[in-house]
T-cell receptor, first 113, second 112 residues
């Protein structure tokens, strides 16, 4: 079943912060985050492999709560380049790699000057 | 190291024709995944292949769609007798054994 992301869309002014949530009805073993700009391929941001793990990428970080079957992506001091649609992806099993990803419903982020 | 390559980038077909989409994985990657993205929607898994083997085709429509990844050459996603509903962006991703997926630029199929 497809993970549900919230919010569906958000508009921010440059410099503001945002949180994007990804919730699954199934057990989560890992969460992959991607950003996709219109008409382009998804670009990998990060993978979270363990419950409670937090990782960071420039001003973008994420957390993973296995018990709640949730992951959250945090964007701080947003830049115009952060605009795009963010997807979380989850594999079906516990083995990292070599599995299909089921992508979430997506969150469209628009940053305005 | 060149990334995942897909061609053509844009493909226009009339209803009833065949579409062939090609994907060359990154060097050293033996796993290929195909995803479809309908306009304004998310990515939906179609098929996962390793060299000469289909590992998981649970997302492939039962008819008209097929995929292969031969020992030599690119992976091919083939759509026979295309219909308007097949219009979408088709993305290929590749990974090394046990590694994360790298996406190609996609092929945008338009059926007229």
């Amino acid at each position: 079943q497809q993970p549900v992301q919230s919010p569906q869309a958000v508009i921010l002014r440059e410099g503001e912060d945002a949180v994007i949530n990804c919730s699954s009805s199934k057990a989560l073993y890992s969460v992959h985050w991607y950003r996709q700009k219109h008409g382009e391929a998804p670009v990998f941001l990060m993978i979270l492999l363990k419950g409670g793990e937090q990782k960071g990428h420039e001003k973008i970080s994420a957390s993973f709560n296995e018990k709640k079957q949730q992951s959250s992506l945090y964007l701080t001091a947003s830049q115009l380049s952060y605009s795009g649609t963010y997807f979380c992806g989850t594999p079906g099993g516990a083995n990292f790699g070599n599995e299909k990803l089921t992508f979430g419903t997506g969150t469209r982020l628009t940053i305005i000057p | 190291n060149a990334g995942v390559m897909q061609n053509p980038r844009h493909l226009v077909r009339r209803r009833g024709q065949e579409a062939r989409l090609r994907c060359s994985p990154m060097k050293g990657h033996s796993h290929v995944y195909w995803y479809r993205q309908l306009p304004e929607e998310g990515l939906k898994f179609m098929v996962y292949l390793q060299k000469e083997n289909i590992i998981d085709e649970s997302g492939m429509p039962k008819e008209r769609f097929s995929a292969e990844f031969p020992k030599e050459g690119p992976s091919i996603l083939r759509i026979q007798q295309v219909v308007r509903g097949d219009s979408a962006a088709y993305f290929c991703a590749s990974s090394p054994p046990g590694g994360r997926q790298y996406f190609g630029p996609g092929t945008r199929l338009t059926v007229t």
